[in-house]
């Protein structure tokens, strides 16, 4: 019987972690000699609080907080022992709004803040953030907002910033008691971009959360203000902080305020899950996302897998909903091939609606391989 591990990220707005697993499982149901081992796996963003309940012993909880737009949303955490694992895209996930109203101006981080406080009020005295799939650019001001701290403008009067209004944060005033100080905050993420610049938190991600050109420059201009007003309330400097982008800035507005350490979210997942050691034993590996391209080289869960796999010198197979490396990138990489929902879809869009269709395909046809796959 051939091994094989299957463990790929969620594919956005089609295809959760699990449910890629699930579909090899089936495939290989229907094949002679081979038996798959899914996990489900994230780095940091969508799917990372069932990755730690379905393999890590974590049990899940809901709560109803403030969505991204104001609007209540019911959103899921998990706690084992004292820890907590709270996505920021349950409460505060570009998901959570339709892509017609994506508007990084005008959305807050306030319930992702309302589901840490509640999980520090039930006994948790450690808080793993993940911290993607935001869609929000508020340096983490509205988390901050709901647990006691108060953003005050010009005048004094305290208000709730948003990515369009941090330009009008003068001062900033903390929690007057010390309830955070036996609490651990990690952020769990799977970019290392700092707060400004070219490469920060706005300007890369701030597109995809529907900002336009000017835009950018109002929310640019609101981080370097966020900035200043925040190191002279706490003496942190965010400017060159690896990571501080993450989540529109929340990564950085946890670390200056409530001291939190910025970590790599596939590596506490893999580590975690096991799935390092599956890979170990296993005949073939298959993982992937929704979009293999760039971004994928740079330290996102896929990377760290294929390294795994060619470490330990095991074949490496890919599922994506789109490829955009070319084939000797995916070869450096360690893939030996690549299936993509495209290649059975008439368009991307046939590709995303019917996305589990497209991957039972893709998963019978990378399956009916590993029959002739062997161990390097």
Known sequence: MKKVVVAADSFKGSLDSKSIASAFCRAAEKSKGVFVVGFGVSDGGEGSVDALAEGCGFKKRSAEVTGPTGARVLAEYAVKNFAAAIETAAASGLTLIPYSEHNALITTTYGTGELVMRAIKEGAREILLFAGGSATNDGGAGALSAMGFRFLDGNGAEFLPTGGTLQNISSVKLPSDNSFSEVNFRVLSDVTNPLLGRF?????????????????????????????????????????????GAAGGLSGGMAAYLGATIESGADYVLKLTGVLDEIKTADAVITGEGKIDSQTLSGKIVSKIAAAAKAFGVPLYGIAGTSELSEKELEDMGFSAVETLEKYASSREDSIVNAKKYLAMAAENLIDRFGETKRR
């Open 200 to 244: 920060g938190a706005t300007y890369v991600y701030g597109p995809q959360k529907g900002a336009t050109k000017e835009d950018l420059e109002i929310m640019e201009r609101g981080m370097e203000n966020f900035c200043a007003v925040t190191k002279k309330a706490t003496g942190v400097s965010l400017e060159n902080l690896s990571g501080a």
